[in-house]
């Protein structure tokens, strides 16, 4: 596995996703763009693998539990050399290994998700079996503001307190949008950190593209002496980085074409 240092640039992993998805014809532009600083950060500065290696034994662990993001995740993984370039370019093709949701079977993907909220219960697991083991690993579960509302995520909420799971983190995509519209049309959530405190989280809210800010509060929460489980809620932009994607949740679904690829990329690059 290569392992130099990578910087992880937000700009390069916006362009990664929208080649994959251009090459692929696929959708989930919008959703993978909300969460490219969140995961450059933990990329970058917190989670852990021995020898750059995805399968190593006492790796931290990142849960997608909102899989549907995963381009998001490649380019992360190619910044790291677990992936070739040629998985990039064949992507959606005929015989590809990488799917449109996270796949377990890819080392570095811990779970199969996209069937939302389940993936954060996979990851208080996790976190229960690394206390049970004593082992010194950090589970993170990056989920989704509409997945909230899924009662999964809520009992495994009160399971994670219950346990003092202080080893987990829960990190909430919050970019106002689902699959169908507003997240405050279709379930209203009101305060998404005032929930998870009620349910015995140690619990603080951050801009999502401040990759600095994004840091500092996450070095908050694991300096934290409490026993809790820790949750970090990241206001975001579904599509940012491209205006004409920014807050527009017809880029849920929709495909690039040649010249909305084109309008992309000179966004992206900063010329729009």
């Excluded at 014809?25 to 995961?39: D, K, P, Q």
């Excluded at 909430?172 to 519209?181: H, I, K, P, S, W």
């Excluded at 489980?229 to 599509?239: D, F, I, N, Q």
Aim: aromatic share 10%; hydrophobic share 40%; net charge negative.
């Amino acid at each position: 596995m290569n392992s130099t240092p990578r910087a992880f640039d937000a700009k390069a992993l916006r362009k990664t996703v929208l080649d994959m998805a251009y090459a692929g014809s696929t959708v989930h532009i919008g959703c993978a763009f909300s969460i490219i600083e969140l995961l450059a950060v933990l990329y970058r500065s917190h989670l852990r693998y021995p020898g750059n290696d995805p399968l190593a034994q006492g790796r931290d662990y990142l849960v997608l539990s909102k899989g549907h993001g995963v381009m998001a995740q490649y380019a992360c993984m190619r910044e790291l050399g677990w992936l070739k370039d040629e998985a990039f370019s064949g992507y959606f093709a005929d015989g590809s290994d990488l799917k449109g949701l996270s796949d377990s079977r890819i080392p570095g993907l811990e779970v199969t998700s996209g069937s939302l909220g389940h993936g954060f219960s996979v990851g208080v697991g996790l976190a229960k079996g690394a206390s049970l083991r004593g082992a010194d690993q950090k589970v993170y579960a990056l989920v989704g503001d509409g997945e909230i509302n899924e009662g999964p995520v809520w009992e495994g909420a009160l399971f994670a307190a219950h346990h003092c799971l202080n080893n987990f983190m829960v990190i909430v995509d919050e970019n106002g949008y689902q699959a169908m519209g507003r997240t405050a049309d279709v379930l209203g959530l009101g305060s998404v950190q005032s929930k998870f405190e009620s349910f015995g989280f140690e619990a603080l809210t951050v801009d999502g593209h401040d990759e600095m800010a994004i840091n500092d509060a996450i070095n908050r929460l694991w300096e934290s002496p409490s026993a809790s489980p820790k949750a970090l809620v990241a206001r975001t932009v579904k599509g940012k980085g491209v205006p004409f994607m920014e807050n527009n949740n017809i880029w849920h679904y929709t495909r690039l074409d040649a010249e909305t690829y084109a309008r992309a990329l000179s966004a992206v690059a900063g010329s729009e």
